[in-house]
């Protein structure tokens, strides 16, 4: 039997985040066999095991059950529902007398946006939880004679979320500083905030792009020049731990342009993310803006080797990659569809002498 300050993901907290914590936390008993949640229930919140032994499973294939892991106490289970509010994506079975602490997903967030040490503690959790999982759909992909696809998909997942739990780690150790000014204090707050919201946001991205189909963009008209300014701390942040500092040429236009900022602040990250990639002993990147009486362009160079021939035809396609280890194309693929769902127009190319430019056109109203 452990206490709630026992189990691993909130160990770090102090006594008051504690005590905070244990206020919202209601306990639970299961008899062996019984169901603490079913496949498709909605995600209301997330358990700790008190005591007792837990079984995690999902149907699979023609009415299969595969057990992905079996808990026990110090453990939690069902955190996922806390990031992307959809249904159960798995069945938690007790396997003896177990009791639970139960923690409601409202709550749990409005905890975690009050506390950057628990928010960096679950996504440590959920990153590990997902290298667990891939671990074992893995080996499902081999048997299957998929796994070259999985594989990439999977490699593109993890390097989407190295950025932002970069920043959330050195965001995390600045926030614990004693001497740091409470406007800074704040700003590094919200900062985290940010980094969660943005990997919710991918996980939301990557499934609109496998359904393959055009998705509805609910756009509005906002400020351009505002938009861009409010980015560029957090662009300039994730380029400088890789040495890469990021320059605008001109200001953007203040004019107002009809777009989803959710979606297009992906594209931005992306496209940025791509540029450091190909620069691994460092560099810069310059921003650029033309306003025409029918669009807005944006322009991202850097000053990289450039588009090799080898991939020029094909930059945007699925898993299309070249010279990077661990790149999959993903990235750039996302990108195309986010655009084409604002009826704009995504392109690249090299300009002699210089790196890469990818540029895209969002249409004015």
Not at 37 to 44: T, V
Not at 120 to 128: K, N, R, V
Request: charged residues 25%.
């Amino acid at each position: 039997m452990v206490a709630l300050e026992s189990i691993a993901l909130f160990r770090q907290l102090d006594p008051d985040e504690l005590q905070a914590l244990q206020a919202i936390t209601q306990e639970r008993q299961v008899p062996a066999g019984g169901e603490i949640f079913r496949e498709g229930d909605p995600g209301d919140g997330v358990f700790g095991i008190k005591n007792g032994l837990v079984e995690i499973s999902s149907l699979v294939g023609a009415g299969a059950r595969r057990v992905f892991s079996q808990l026990g106490p110090g453990e939690i289970f069902g955190e996922m529902a806390v990031i992307d509010r959809r249904p159960r994506s798995a069945t938690a079975t007790a396997l003896a007398a177990t009791e639970v602490f139960f923690l409601p997903c409202d709550e749990m967030l409005s905890f975690i946006k009050q506390s950057p040490v628990l928010a960096f503690s679950l996504l440590q959790h959920i990153s590990q939880r997902l290298r667990e999982f891939n671990q074992v759909y893995l080996r499902e992909v081999i048997q299957a004679e998929r796994l070259a696809v999985v594989g990439n998909f999977a490699r593109s997942i993890v390097h989407d979320l190295k950025n932002p739990l970069s920043i959330i780690s050195l965001s995390a150790e600045m926030f614990d500083r004693p001497n740091l000014r409470p406007e800074a204090r704040t700003q590094t707050q919200q900062r985290i905030r940010r980094q969660v919201e943005r990997i919710n946001d991918m996980v939301s991205d990557i499934l609109i792009f496998t359904e393959g189909k055009r998705t509805h963009v609910d756009v509005k008209p906002a400020n351009y020049h505002s938009f861009v300014l409010s980015l560029i701390a957090d662009l300039r942040a994730e380029a400088e731990l890789k040495e890469v500092r990021i320059e605008l040429q001109n200001e953007p236009p203040g004019v107002l342009v009809p777009f989803d900022p959710r979606r297009l602040n992906r594209v931005f990250h992306n496209l940025v993310h791509n540029a450091t990639d190909m620069m691994p002993g460092g560099g810069a990147i310059f921003l650029r803006f033309l306003s025409t009486e029918k669009e807005i362009i944006t322009e991202i160079e850097d000053t990289g080797p450039g588009i090799a021939p080898e991939i020029a035809d094909k930059l945007f396609e699925v898993f299309a990659t070249f010279g990077k280890s661990h790149g999959t194309g993903l990235g750039l693929s996302i990108c195309k569809k986010i655009i084409e769902d604002h009826q704009g127009r995504i392109w690249a190319r090299n300009e002699p002498g210089r790196g890469a430019v990818f540029a895209f056109a969002l249409p004015l109203p």
